[in-house]
């Protein structure tokens, strides 16, 4: 089985929520033959195809991820992939050599989020510390669907590795648009990111010899800016690497993170911060740019995100109104440059 290539059916009520999601989401335009909908999603690195017949194909390195946070809670309403189920379903990490040996774990959240910052944590297991983070509940976070559950597993996380032996990089929106006005890339933030977690890990463990992070990209771009950077760790990147206990581990720090830094900005600007990209996420936006005007979007937002159109058209603004750091739009990855699928 390709695990980069799902294929679903939709209902008529199926697929009206997706085509809303892909009008209104950070989605780019495709033309695809026989498609009644068809779009590249350049912060999950796939394709998204919707055939005339109802036949869904959801393709590239971030597919599985896609229907996990996407496609699953908002359109097709179920869980459909293992090993995620119910609340708490999912296995424990397995402890094997690897997991018992000594290395850190490095992974990030809020990427697909309008709203709210980019987080990436690290987080460090050996033979001593992996049994006990399994025990307090590291699991994916994305197999945790209770913000609550998930922010009391990440504090017995953090108990149990102290100050030293975990690093939390949050990028706040301003500073991330910024990032990307300069970077013009998701994946180039995240290697950025990743790279300066580990360094902050190393700076309390510095005789960890390895770390393992989620593949993005190609691959090699976190390496690539430690080693420019002047650190000699090997690095590991691969897909599903949550199923590694510090992943694991770092997966809900991260979260944990991005959830204080949507509390941070309700207390700071009010209303609601929702999680995701869906339509209810713009109707909140909307209501921020009403109450604080078009600027407020650098400061809470993702602004090359295509949400930020909906958002300034809805409320009579528009991007030349903002800085340049609001003014650039996503760019599909290299990655997508194929030709159009074949009909099914």
């Known amino acids: 089985m390709n695990t980069n290539v799902f294929t679903f059916p939709l209902d008529a009520a199926q697929r009206a929520r997706l085509r809303t999601i892909l009008a209104e989401g950070n989605y780019l335009p495709r033309e695809v033959p026989y498609a009644d909908a068809a779009a590249e999603a350049p912060s999950w690195k796939c394709s998204v195809v919707l055939y005339s017949s109802g036949k869904l194909v959801v393709q590239g390195k971030g597919a599985r991820d896609f229907v996990e946070n996407v496609l699953e809670p908002n359109v097709l309403g179920r869980v459909v992939l293992p090993p995620h189920g119910a609340e708490g379903a999912a296995a424990a990490p397995v402890l094997g050599e690897e997991a018992?040996?000594?290395?850190?774990g490095v992974d990030e959240s809020g990427k697909g989020d309008f709203l709210g910052p980019l987080v990436v944590a690290a987080a460090y297991a050996d033979a001593d510390l992996a049994p006990r983070l399994v025990?307090?509940?590291?699991?994916?976070?994305?197999?945790?669907?209770?913000?609550?559950?998930?922010?009391?597993?990440?504090?017995?996380?953090?108990?149990?590795?102290?100050?030293?032996?975990?690093?939390?990089?949050?990028?706040?929106?301003?500073?991330?648009?910024?990032?990307?006005?300069?970077?013009?890339?998701?994946?180039?933030?995240?290697?950025?990111?990743h790279a300066r977690a580990i360094e902050g890990l190393l700076?309390?463990?510095?005789?960890?010899?390895?770390?393992?992070?989620?593949?993005?990209?190609?691959?090699?771009?976190?390496?690539?800016?430690?080693?420019?950077?002047?650190?000699?760790?090997e690095l590991r990147s691969r897909p599903r690497a949550e199923a590694d206990v510090a992943v694991?581990?770092?997966?809900?720090?991260?979260?944990?993170?991005?959830?204080?830094?949507?509390?941070?900005?309700?207390?700071?600007?009010?209303?609601?911060?929702?999680?995701?990209?869906?339509?209810?996420?713009?109707?909140?936006?909307?209501?921020?740019?009403?109450?604080?005007?078009?600027?407020?979007?650098?400061?809470?937002?993702?602004?090359?995100?295509?949400?930020?159109?909906?958002?300034?058209?809805?409320?009579?603004h528009s991007r030349d109104e903002l800085p340049p750091e609001g003014r650039v739009l996503s760019v599909p990855p290299s990655a997508f440059r194929r030709k159009p699928a074949a009909a099914p």
Request: overall charge positive.
């Open 100 to 104: 018992l040996s000594p290395h850190a």
């Open 135 to 193: 025990e307090a509940g590291a699991r994916d976070s994305k197999a945790v669907t209770s913000d609550r559950r998930a922010l009391e597993i990440a504090a017995r996380i953090r108990a149990i590795l102290g100050p030293s032996r975990h690093r939390v990089v949050r990028i706040g929106p301003a500073a991330y648009n910024r990032l990307y006005a300069k970077m013009r890339s998701v994946n180039r933030i995240l290697d950025w990111a």
């Open 203 to 233: 700076a309390g463990v510095p005789d960890c010899p390895m770390a393992i992070s989620d593949q993005f990209g190609d691959g090699e771009g976190v390496g690539r800016v430690l080693r420019r950077d002047g650190f000699a760790i």
């Open 248 to 316: 694991a581990a770092a997966s809900l720090l991260a979260r944990e993170a991005f959830l204080g830094g949507m509390a941070d900005l309700r207390a700071r600007f009010g209303g609601d911060f929702p999680k995701g990209a869906a339509p209810h996420v713009r109707t909140a936006a909307e209501a921020l740019v009403r109450a604080h005007g078009p600027a407020v979007m650098l400061e809470t937002a993702k602004c090359h995100f295509r949400t930020l159109d909906q958002v300034l058209a809805a409320t009579g």
